[in-house]
């Protein structure tokens, strides 16, 4: 069974910076989403094999996603962070192939006050 292991959430206040990690098999697909409370899912941003990435327009210009394939682990550099980034965040991994993504991590709570 696939096991996607998300850390380094945690609180912080506006402007400040997180570093979520994704532990896991590497998938052709991987991606980061989020949930805030009483709203629905959201991407926030993907990368491929090619290392070709996406953003959701919100956080195009301070969210970075990486991924260090010697650690089977994906990263999203969160800095800049505003209250409406509170939510809690999702690793998701898929084969490209595959329009929905299959596994996905426990979630990690992201927290940013005023």
């Known amino acids: 069974q696939v096991q996607l292991v998300e850390s380094g959430g945690g609180s912080v206040q506006t402007g400040g910076s997180l570093r979520l990690s994704c532990a896991g098999p590497?998938?052709?697909?991987m991606g980061w989403f989020r949930q805030a409370p009483g709203k629905e899912r959201e991407r926030v941003a993907t990368?491929?094999?090619?290392?070709?990435?996406t953003y959701a327009d919100s956080v195009k210009g301070r969210f970075t996603i990486s991924q260090d394939n010697t650690k089977n682990t994906l990263y999203l550099q969160m800095n800049n962070l505003k209250p409406e980034d509170t939510a809690v965040y999702y690793c998701?991994?898929?084969?490209?192939?595959?329009?929905?993504?299959?596994?996905w991590g426990q979630g990690t709570q992201v927290t940013v006050s005023s």
């Open positions: 998701a991994a898929r084969p490209c192939y595959l329009n929905t993504y299959l596994h």
């Open positions: 590497r998938f052709s697909c």
């Open positions: 990368v491929d094999d090619t290392s070709t990435t």
